[in-house]
């Protein structure tokens, strides 16, 4: 396993969209793990390919705390099947865009299909903290950051903040 760099915004690759990937083998799996150590020491609870410049439908997350043992999730083409109309609102943020978090509201329930790292289908529920961090990264997937769901204003100002602290630690 390897950590890997996470692309910061406003890297273009950022908003492109993914390719599926077309078997699941050893080079994926290896990429799943680095995935998944990058995502444990940056630290986070969700990370997708494209955040380390793999343009792959790869993503994955933990959104166990630290009191629980991790619950590891490594997703394969993951595709929302269905989402509720109820909407729930968190506080989002990103690892592509450090240290900026925003309100964000989305469906409070989705069914979630996907490919593990053995190429074996799944479905699952999810609410909560776990359905906003799919929505999330099946996002990056798409090009889409959690910005893109916030104003204007509200997005060009987290660019400028983003801009100015990646200036700052440069210089030190």
């Given at each position: 396993m390897a950590l890997r760099d996470i692309l910061i915004i406003p890297d273009p690759r950022l908003k492109q969209e993914c390719e599926e990937v077309a078997e699941v083998n050893d080079e994926i799996r290896e990429l799943l793990d680095d995935m998944l150590e990058t995502m444990y020491a940056a630290p986070g609870i969700g990370l997708a390919a494209p955040q380390i410049g793999v343009m792959k439908r790869l993503v994955v997350?933990?959104?166990?705390?630290?009191?629980?043992?991790?619950?590891?999730?490594?997703?394969?083409?993951?595709?929302?099947?269905?989402?509720?109309?109820?909407?729930?609102?968190?506080?989002?943020?990103?690892?592509?865009?450090?240290?900026?978090?925003?309100?964000?509201?989305?469906?409070?329930?989705?069914?979630?299909?996907?490919?593990?790292?053995?190429?074996?289908?799944?479905?699952?529920?999810?609410?909560?903290?776990?359905?906003?961090c799919i929505q999330h990264e099946l996002d990056h997937l798409d090009g889409i950051l959690f910005t893109d769901y916030l104003s204007a204003l509200k997005r060009n100002m987290i660019l400028k903040k983003v801009q100015k602290l990646q200036k700052t630690k440069k210089s030190a």
């Open positions: 997350m933990d959104v166990s705390d630290d009191k629980e043992k991790p619950q590891p999730l490594k997703l394969v083409n993951p595709e929302i099947i269905w989402e509720s109309e109820d909407t729930s609102v968190y506080q989002e943020g990103c690892l592509s865009i450090p240290e900026q978090y925003a309100d964000v509201e989305r469906p409070a329930e989705v069914g979630l299909r996907y490919l593990d790292e053995n190429g074996k289908e799944h479905e699952i529920e999810a609410d909560g903290l776990l359905a906003t």
